[in-house]
Every structure is written in structure tokens, then in C-alpha cells.
């Protein structure tokens, strides 16, 4: 499939590991491969799934962190949930980040309205629990604002994006820029 992106009027180089290049062929391109003979299943409820409108158009509000918060938060509402309740340390762990990071981002994808924070705590001894994250099902639009905050390219992408979804009608109110 790459093959067909690649031209015999244009020369390729590829990068070696000790930061060099050396001249690569177009056969020696069609060789290549990262994906070895042996790999790891696919199985059902193992596989995140993000729609590309959150990864081209919202990923710039969410910032890199909040992004891979909503990638761990939505991988861990499996199945028909649309909730996940780990603890901020443990979202910590998983991203890198500190817990007060964690804390930060989630009120982000709150104010987002991506999430909502629910918090859990023992009716005897008023202990808190991890808080329940209720996860959006759908994705939002992105607002006028924000449309108007990306960068030119991004908002030609946009409306690409937009004028698709109406060429295949399944654009229902949806916001005009």
C-alpha cells in the first residue's frame, strides 16, 4: 500500500539509529516492516478506540497530558460502561504524570465537558474513595471560539471535516462556523 505514495523521480533516505541516514530503494521500502511475525491478539474489550475529530481538532485544547488522561479514563470504560472509577495515583502511574497534574487535567476535560467527576465516599466513616469519571459517549463539536483559535490549516481541515459530514447527512445540529 505504500508503494503507491512512493515515486521513482524523488530520492528516500532512511534514519539509522546512531542519528546518520543512508539512501534507501523503493524495494528495500516495501521490505520493511514493525510488524513481526509473532504479535499480541487482538482481543474484544482490549483495544482503546479515540474518534480522529478528538485527536486532530480537541487534542490542541486538551494538551498533550489531558489527551493521554482521556486515553487511559476511556480505555478503562470498556465495553458498554461510560464510566471508570482508578484512582488519581494510579492515573499518575499510568501517564507519568504527578497526582496534582492528574488533578489539573481532569478538571480540564471537566471544563471540556468531556467528564464528569463524581465523588464516592463511605457513608460510616466519611472516608473518600476514587471518584467515579462519567465519560461523554459522544463527541462535542469544538465551540466558535475555539474554532477560531486553531491555526488555518487546522480550520481548512475543519471544514472539510463538516462538509463531509453533511455530504453523508449525518450532520444534525450541528454548529456553523
Request: no cysteine; proline share 5%.
Amino acid at each position: 500500500m505504500l508503494e503507491e505514495f512512493l515515486s521513482k523521480e524523488k530520492i528516500y533516505h532512511i534514519k539509522l539509529p546512531n542519528g546518520q541516514k543512508r539512501a534507501i530503494s523503493i524495494e528495500e521500502i516495501n521490505e520493511l516492516s514493525l510488524n513481526p511475525d509473532h504479535v499480541l491478539p487482538e482481543i474484544n474489550g482490549q483495544k482503546t478506540w479515540v474518534s480522529n475529530y478528538v485527536a486532530t481538532f480537541w487534542m490542541r485544547f486538551m494538551k498533550p497530558q489531558g489527551f493521554a488522561l482521556y486515553l487511559q479514563l476511556q480505555k478503562m470504560a470498556y465495553g458498554e460502561k461510560d464510566f471508570s472509577f482508578p484512582s488519581v495515583s494510579y492515573l499518575a502511574m499510568l501517564t507519568g504524570m504527578g497526582e496534582r497534574s492528574v488533578q489539573k487535567y481532569l478538571m480540564h476535560l471537566y471544563d471540556l465537558g468531556f467528564l464528569v467527576i463524581i465523588e464516592s465516599q463511605d457513608a460510616r466513616t466519611y472516608a473518600f474513595d476514587s471518584n467515579i469519571y462519567l465519560l461523554t459517549s459522544v463527541t462535542p463539536f469544538i465551540s466558535t471560539k475555539q474554532y477560531e483559535a486553531l491555526p488555518k490549516r487546522l480550520q481548512s481541515d475543519h471544514d472539510k471535516f463538516m462538509e463531509q459530514l453533511k455530504k453523508k447527512k449525518l450532520l444534525q445540529g450541528s454548529p456553523e462556523y
